[in-house]
């Protein structure tokens, strides 16, 4: 089997996570702030530990990295725990589900209003232009994806960040697609809340996620509950990361997330983007020269995208290919990527498209094998 689905997730993961995870189950299987007893500290400390590491790495504090179960939920507190009734959010024209259904949701439920602004895939001010335009007086956020999930599209993040900062916009983005494979830093790009999974480009186990809260941002709570602290009050905690970790977290997965970044951290930024961008660059002049494939990036430059690649077959829907090149021991991505709206930019909202994207651990001899086997594919 060559696995070529590492945007849905990434595998295989690490020995280091795999091990990680075990030595989490036997060591530290205590509950994290719950209790005065070796166990609990202990683990504590390892959490505490991840927290710390993650901060650094994304230029945040420690006790602003909030845990979740993954990206989905992290979006769902920011988004959710920013706005009030009566407040206006601008999203892109490439966001994920995760972004436009708690949106569309609070539209309908809570009188929330929000505008999509269009992008340019080449033309980085006229996508901050079409942002600007929409702003209004109460409105309270923007939320950009860092990279599309379907295209692979790198969005302007810092101007971004820079014009939010100007007109005291709250920012928020979603790392999904970019954490572990670009370089992002909270403060420099003045993100006020970042958003990602740890189960992809940080090579942890599904399950995890976080999001980081930039220095003065405070969000109204999506639950409530217990935290270990302050439990003889009926309010919830109103300091960080307590006020937004309610229950039990999920010590094991943070401990093979925080192998995951080690990982990435060790291996460098720069050796992963170049490795999956050179093997995307070598599909793209492939199939661009196969008849019967449809392309749909004609300008695959080295930071304009994260290392994705989309295309179709004429003749057969992309789940349809996705099927039979499973059969042929392949695992790619097909159908609508839960992100219509970047569908329906692209004009495949229809048919989706055909999703390839490589990991580290992904060699040119398996895409050479992929491309023989995938042109015999788009012969039939």
Do not use: W
Not at 119 to 131: C, P
């Amino acid at each position: 089997m060559i696995y070529l689905d590492n945007a849905a997730t990434t595998f295989p993961k690490p020995q280091s996570v795999a091990n990680s995870l075990v030595r989490g189950i036997k060591c530290f299987g205590g509950n994290p702030g719950r209790s005065g007893h070796l166990l609990s500290l202990r683990t504590s400390e390892k959490i505490y530990n991840i927290r710390e590491n993650i901060a650094n790495f994304f230029g945040g504090q420690t006790e602003n990295v909030i845990f979740t179960s993954n990206c989905t939920h992290a979006l769902n507190i920011a988004i959710k725990g920013i706005l009030n009734k009566g407040d206006h959010i601008i999203l892109s024209d490439l966001e994920h589900n995760s972004v436009i259904r708690p949106i569309f949701a609070m539209s309908k439920d809570n009188n929330i209003t929000y505008d999509i602004a269009k992008t340019f895939k080449s033309n980085k001010e006229e996508t901050i232009l079409s942002f600007k335009k929409l702003i209004k007086a109460n409105t309270k956020a923007i939320v950009c994806t860092h990279a599309s999930n379907v295209t692979g599209a790198i969005m302007p993040i810092k101007e971004l960040g820079a014009m939010c900062k100007e007109k005291n916009i709250t920012f928020i983005v979603d790392s999904a697609q970019s954490a572990g494979v670009l370089d992002i830093n909270i403060k420099d790009m003045n993100i006020d809340i970042l958003c990602t999974a740890g189960h992809k480009g940080l090579y942890g186990p599904t399950g995890t996620g976080f999001l980081i809260l930039n220095d003065g941002v405070k969000l109204n709570t999506l639950i409530e509950g217990g935290t270990g602290s302050l439990s003889v009050d009926l309010t919830q905690p109103d300091f960080s990361p307590d006020r937004y970790e309610s229950g039990t977290i999920n010590s094991v997965g943070i401990i093979g997330l925080g192998a995951g970044l080690e990982f990435v951290k060790k291996l460098s930024l720069n050796r992963i983007y170049e490795h999956e961008f050179q093997i995307c660059n070598k599909i793209y002049q492939q199939i661009g020269n196969m008849n019967n494939v449809k392309i749909y990036i004609n300008d695959f430059n080295k930071y304009s995208y994260v290392p994705i690649v989309i295309c179709n077959i004429n003749g057969i829907t992309s789940n349809q290919a996705v099927s039979i090149l499973s059969d042929k021991g392949y695992c790619v991505r097909g159908g609508l990527h839960c992100s219509p709206l970047a569908h329906k930019k692209l004009g495949t909202i229809d048919e989706g498209v055909i999703r390839i994207s490589p990991s580290c651990f992904t060699s040119n001899a398996e895409i050479m094998q992929f491309l023989k086997d995938f042109r015999l594919v788009a012969k039939k």
